[in-house]
């Protein structure tokens, strides 16, 4: 019954902002480390970013390091990425990852597209 459903991925200009939302499910929140990943058409799925469980600490992708924000509020069961300056090299499916800190269980989400185009 776990679930992870993303939400807020859309098509914008080179340059511009979105905010993805990961919202959780059938798990305790505060237990899992939260990722988001992208998979690019004909390209590996990769790490983006990551946040600890309580939010201490956070790490990107050298390629989004300074333009994307990973934040997390448990109270919500939420994870977000803030993406500004977006270029097309962002364009992918961007999925939301939850590992149990401790157990070590996976879960994904489906995704939700990004499309970063002029």
């Known amino acids: 019954q776990v679930q992870l459903v993303e939400s807020g991925g859309d098509l914008v200009q080179p340059g511009g902002s979105l905010r993805l939302s990961c919202a959780a499910s059938?798990?305790?929140?505060?237990?899992?480390?939260m990722s988001w990943y992208r998979q690019a058409p004909v390209k590996e799925r990769e790490l983006v970013a990551t946040?600890?469980?309580?939010?201490?600490?956070?790490n990107y992708v050298d390629a989004v390091q300074g333009r994307f924000a990973i934040s997390r509020d448990n109270a919500k069961n939420t994870v977000y990425l803030q993406m500004n300056s977006l270029k097309p090299e962002d364009t992918a499916v961007y999925y939301c990852?939850?590992?149990?800190?401790?157990?070590?269980?996976?879960?994904w989400g489906q995704g939700t597209q990004v499309t970063v185009s002029s």
């Open positions: 946040i600890t469980t309580y939010g201490g600490n956070t």
């Open positions: 059938g798990l305790t929140f505060s237990s899992y480390v």
């Open positions: 990852n939850a590992r149990h800190q401790i157990l070590g269980a996976t879960y």
